[in-house]
């Protein structure tokens, strides 16, 4: 019988997930691993979008300063 085994890079990107989340978003470990990839990936693309906001804003402040 063969098996399907999941890549070590895939397995990496979901723990990479699973750690912002835990640290950024204030989710727990094991309700992440317990909810379906698709809310997971949801809730992970939210985060990004928030942080790229942050970082436009952070970017139109600086430049309004005059860089420093």
């Known amino acids: 019988p063969t098996f399907f085994v ?4 895939y397995r990496q990107g979901v723990l990479d997930e699973i750690y912002y989340l835990v640290k950024f978003a204030n989710f727990n470990h094991q309700d992440l691993t317990n909810m379906p990839v698709y ?4 809730y992970f693309g939210k985060l990004i979008e928030e942080f790229d906001k942050k970082k436009e804003a952070a ?3 600086k430049n309004k300063s005059g860089g420093f």
Request: hydrophobic letters at 10%; proline letters at 0%.
């Open 6 to 9: 999941l890549s070590s890079e």
């Open 39 to 42: 809310e997971r990936r949801y």
């Open 59 to 61: 970017e139109k402040q």
